[in-house]
């Protein structure tokens, strides 16, 4: 079975950091993209950053300078280290990644469960 599991969310402070990991397991053949994505109550989920296979990225808007996502192929994970946090940036934070099954040899989207981000003022 095919599992994303996510590390590294918790409480901080505004202006403190925190580094997310999220590591896929499973009967995987290929993973192309992997990404974060964040979602507040009240409000839909939106992409904070995505990183290819080739290392190509692209960030929210909201984070560009703040956070940077990266990724380890061999060990089939990707990090975000985020820097400078405001209140504004909490929120649960899932990890995605679009990948094929080795079972199938399709391509699907699959999220973690995701993990908690608190900023205080």
């Known amino acids: 079975q095919v599992q994303l599991v996510e590390s590294g969310g918790g409480l901080v402070q505004a202006g403190g950091s925190l580094r997310l990991s999220c590591a896929a397991s499973?009967?995987?053949?290929?993973?192309?993209?992997m990404g974060w994505y964040r979602q507040a109550p009240g409000k839909q989920r939106e992409l904070v950053a995505k990183?290819?296979?080739?290392?190509?990225?692209n960030y929210a808007d909201s984070v560009k300078g703040r956070f940077a996502i990266s990724r380890d192929n061999d060990k089939k994970t990707v990090f975000l280290q985020m820097n400078s946090l405001k209140p504004e940036d909490t929120a649960v934070y899932y990890c995605?990644?679009?990948?094929?099954?080795?079972?199938?040899?399709?391509?699907?989207?699959?999220w973690g469960q995701g993990t908690q981000v608190t900023v205080s003022s």
């Open positions: 995605n990644a679009d990948l094929r099954l080795l079972v199938t040899m399709r391509w699907g989207d699959y």
């Open positions: 499973g009967s995987i053949f290929s993973i192309n993209a």
């Open positions: 990183i290819t296979s080739g290392g190509s990225t």
